[in-house]
């Protein structure tokens, strides 16, 4: 399976019982399974960080959701591909930058943590990945994604 091989259709369908309304479905292909909202809610974002996990197993370190936000923990090595791969894959479609956060943990041995945060527009969802860096770390840039 290629790397970007998640694909997800939007189905417009209507109702049985009322012919009125009509509401908008995804269908997973990856998973096989429909799925009814695909925007900001917890199973979304688990969704998100079991297939990102699985997909791309060496880079996340861990996952943790909190406040209805998704969090990646991730090495700095593969920073690049992470981000790649919630950019292009169309099950995140992570195309909006919002800003980049450093926090110092001065207690810890690696006491910097860069903060990504993502926006994808088209899922209305916003996730955050971070990276431990030490004091002479040097981090890749990401202004060629």
């Given at each position: ?140 840039s990401i202004t060629n994604l």
């Amino acid at each position: 399976m290629n790397l970007y091989d998640v694909v997800l259709i939007k189905i417009w369908y209507k109702k049985v019982d009322d012919k009125s309304s009509s509401q908008l479905r995804f269908y997973d292909l990856y998973n096989r399974e429909m799925i009814s909202k695909p925007f900001k809610n917890s199973i979304y974002l688990t969704r998100i960080g079991s297939r990102v996990s699985k997909m791309l197993p060496n880079a996340v370190q861990y996952v943790s959701i909190k406040h209805e936000s998704l969090y990646f923990f991730v090495s700095k090595d593969c920073l690049i591909s992470v981000l790649t791969f919630l950019k292009k894959s169309s099950f995140t479609r992570f195309t909006t930058l919002v800003d980049i956060v450093g926090v110092d943990y001065p207690s810890r041995s690696k006491r910097f943590q860069l903060v990504y945060c993502l926006l994808s527009v088209e899922y209305n969802s916003r996730i955050f990945v971070k990276i431990a860096l030490g004091d002479h770390d040097p981090v890749s840039s990401i202004t060629n994604l």
